[in-house]
């Protein structure tokens, strides 16, 4: 089974801190996405990644960046974290589609950060 | 700009009978479209694909149907159970293979 892990379950950060979350999956994948999730906003994509060192934005890239140095590991940054980056962030990997060929994403269990 | 909607108000309905959830779509015109439950505090989880040329796709109690004339697909339980509550999101695909989630629609089935 495909198996994606996020570091921390919950996080408690002040704001103007540096926050770091962590990624990691184990099927070999080369895409990887960071999401945001809010109470009647949906899913939202931050950034994704198509191979190591890549990156693309994607809706709502404001505030974060990220990293990928190894193709297992995909990080989350919050350079300087603010009360509004309060929410649940989800990470997901899947296979590339190619042709016909669509794989779906999975998800890791989330990571529930509080900016007081 | 795109637009996908889902019912924001909770699906309730009694153990037994059959689920029906809606997402509908503008200005999209996705090649491919796809199901995910999602459970409190976690990740949501695939269930289904579906390609624009398919009208229809099974598997065990769930159905999805896919009408782009409509710009709508409908997503069936059967015979539902209380662990069937959850919340359903639907995702559009287009020729990038990233998927655009709709926000998600909860469902209570009740004993």
């Known amino acids: 089974d495909v198996k994606v892990t996020q570091s921390s379950r919950y996080l408690v950060k002040r704001t103007g801190e540096k926050v770091f979350l962590e990624c990691v999956q184990d099927?070999?994948?080369?895409?990887m996405f960071w999401y945001r999730q809010d109470p009647g906003l949906g899913l939202r994509l931050i950034y994704f990644?198509?191979?190591?060192?890549?990156?693309e934005k994607g809706d709502i890239p404001e505030g974060y960046s990220v990293s990928r140095e190894k193709k297992e590991r995909f990080s989350l940054i919050l350079e300087s974290a603010s009360t509004n980056q309060t929410s649940m962030y989800l990470c997901a990997s899947k296979a590339p589609g190619q042709g016909t060929r669509v794989n779906e994403q999975y998800f890791g269990p989330g990571t529930r950060l509080t900016v007081t | 700009s795109q637009k996908i909607e889902q019912n924001s108000e909770a699906l309730n309905i009694q153990e037994g009978k059959t689920a029906t959830l809606t997402c509908n779509y503008t200005n999209y015109s996705p090649a491919y479209l796809q199901w995910y439950r999602q459970d409190p505090g976690r990740g949501p989880v695939f269930l289904l694909l579906i390609r624009e040329n398919e009208k229809e796709k099974r598997k065990e109690r769930l159905k999805v149907t896919f009408d782009t004339t409509l710009k709508q697909s409908l997503f069936h339980i059967t015979a539902s159970q209380p662990a069937d509550s959850a919340t359903y999101l639907c995702a559009l695909l287009g020729g990038s293979y990233i998927p655009t989630f709709g926000r998600g629609t909860s469902l209570i089935v009740h004993p």
């Open positions: 990644s198509y191979d190591v060192k890549m990156k």
């Open positions: 099927m070999d994948h080369e895409n």
